[in-house]
T-cell receptor, first 111, second 114 residues
Framework: GEDVEQSLFLSVREGDSSVINCTYT??????LYWYKQEPGAGLQLLTY?????DMKQDQRLTVLLNKKDKHLSLRIADTQTGDSAIYFC???????????FGAGTQVVVTP | DTAVSQTPKYLVTQMGNDKSIKCEQN?????MYWYKQDSKKFLKIMFS???????INETVPNRFSPKSPDKAHLNLHINSLELGDSAVYFC?????????????FGDGTRLSIL
């Protein structure tokens, strides 16, 4: 199977940390990605992780990968109102760069 | 200096018409893609071209025909538009088709069928 699943909604207070979770089923996934989509806009690549890594940090973003459980998470530190968006998890296997997306998590940041 | 640009941004048309969406990338990438995002925000790949050759062709009605005149351009022509074609269509590109190459997306074309 090639399913990618995410929770649909997350509400977080400004200044707190957000954690968005994702699970995938394809054990041949080599790369996992996080994209951000603001209203009316395209998808912005936030970060990605290779499957032989456990963690990747990039400024306020931390990606954790548990390959055994096929679980990926994105932590946003000090969440700001500009972080309100839909966040998509996606996996890619070996073949031809085909990205499989989750349904997206709507993150709402409240003051 | 837009990296991946699509035109038009909005397209409203009647059922049965034929329409085209254009995409251009100035990143020097070899591979381009079309994705469809439905009303529930679910994204699914439709086609991919690597250096003008079709490499991914998902289960898409043959009313949809992609064309890549050169590796910087990938257009999507849709014949006999149906209500179910209403969606946002995203173009993307990557350095090549290999695993791990991040894909860069355009801002989307919002297609509404009346």
């Amino acid at each position: 199977g090639e399913d990618v699943e995410q929770s649909l909604f997350l509400s977080v207070r400004e200044g707190d940390s957000s954690v968005i979770n994702c699970t995938y089923t394809d054990s041949s996934s080599t790369y996992l990605y996080w994209y951000k989509q603001e209203p009316g806009a395209g998808l912005q690549l936030l970060t990605y992780i290779f499957s032989n890594m456990d963690m990747k940090q990039d400024q306020r973003l931390t990606v954790l990968l548990n390959k055994k459980d096929k679980h990926l998470s994105l932590r946003i530190a000090d969440t700001q109102t500009g972080d309100s968006a839909i966040y998509f998890c996606a996996e890619m296997d070996h073949s031809w760069g085909k990205l499989q997306f989750g349904a997206g998590t709507q993150v709402v940041v409240t003051p | 200096d837009t990296a991946v640009s699509q035109t038009p941004k909005y397209l409203v048309t009647q059922m049965g018409n034929d329409k085209s969406i254009k995409c251009e990338q100035n990143l020097g990438h070899d591979t381009m893609y079309w994705y469809k995002q439905d009303s529930k925000k679910f994204l699914k790949i439709m086609f991919s071209y690597n250096n003008k050759e079709l490499i991914i062709n998902e289960t898409v009605p043959n009313r949809f025909s992609p064309k890549s005149p050169d590796k910087a351009h990938l257009n999507l022509h849709i014949n006999s538009l149906e209500l179910g074609d209403s969606a946002v269509y995203f173009c993307a590109s990557s350095q090549d088709s290999g695993a791990g190459q991040p894909q860069h997306f355009g801002d989307g074309t919002r297609l509404s069928i009346l």
